[in-house]
């Protein structure tokens, strides 16, 4: 009885990548970026922190040049 030689393996795609994000793929890092964000420029909202006046201070800072 013979041994079988084995296949050399073959590309995942042949004709180019094929590979899709599906849509939560890109959602969830926007929606997450965009919660952080959004308590980093409103300092109010974030209950939790204790008042930095350095903190406080730099994000004025960024509001008022963002605002420019």
């Not at 997450?32 to 209950?47: G, K």
């Not at 930095?52 to 008022?64: E, F, M, Y």
Request: no cysteine; glycine share 4%.
């Amino acid at each position: 009885m013979q041994a079988r030689t084995p296949a050399p393996p073959r590309p995942a795609t042949e004709g180019g990548s094929e590979t899709r994000l599906r849509w939560w793929a890109l959602a969830l890092p926007v929606l997450a970026f965009t919660a952080l964000l959004t308590l980093i420029l409103n300092p109010s909202d974030a209950h939790a922190a204790g008042p930095d006046p350095a903190l406080t201070h730099l994000v004025q800072r960024a509001q008022s040049l963002l605002a420019r």
